[in-house]
């Protein structure tokens, strides 16, 4: 069971549907739960995964019904991604009794995330982090930089269940992307341009 609020045209979201997409359906059954069925990348969702949304636009309202879903679905395993999606998901599994291994995944360096909360939040969101993290079977980050960050922010926690895996990379679909026309009101552009592309975070 795949979990993440919605499918806006986000990394996460992205890196959520290409594990979907890619699962050999010989071993895995792959159902993805939304809070919300809404993003540009609602059309990339794959035909024979099962999608449930949840009609939550607040994650904080998930816990319930993503609860009673887990009970449902009886998943064996649950990967959800992004911090706030991820102790929610905790806390419905907890909620729910289930028996699945969870994994989730922080999709960024946790302190910037955590800047963007409001600093009376702040305190809140580490304590259930602290709490709530220790319950998944697997703390996924996508560069060993988040992951230093993370264990330093929360030190003396279990580093046996970290993991660092790096964001899949889609060949075959950037292979059929260039092909494409660019359809931009920007392009041609009538002077040399440089393009950047970078990891802020190694």
Known sequence: MFVVPNLGGGGAERTMLDICTHLDRASFEPVLVVGELKGSFCPR???DVLTISLDRPHV???IWVLARTMRVI???VVLSALTHMNVTTIAAHSVSRSRSQIIVREESVYDKYRSL???TRQGFMDALVRVLYKK???VVFVSNGAAAEFESRFPGANRNRYQVMYNPVDIESIARLKQEPIEEEWW???RR???SVFD???
């Open 193 to 195: 341009t440089v393009i």
């Open 60 to 62: 904080r309202d998930c």
């Open 136 to 138: 998944a079977r697997r």
């Open 188 to 190: 041609p552009l009538s």
């Open 45 to 47: 969702i794959p035909r």
């Open 117 to 119: 909360a409001p600093k």
């Open 74 to 76: 009886k998943p064996d």
């Open 200 to 202: 802020s975070v190694r």
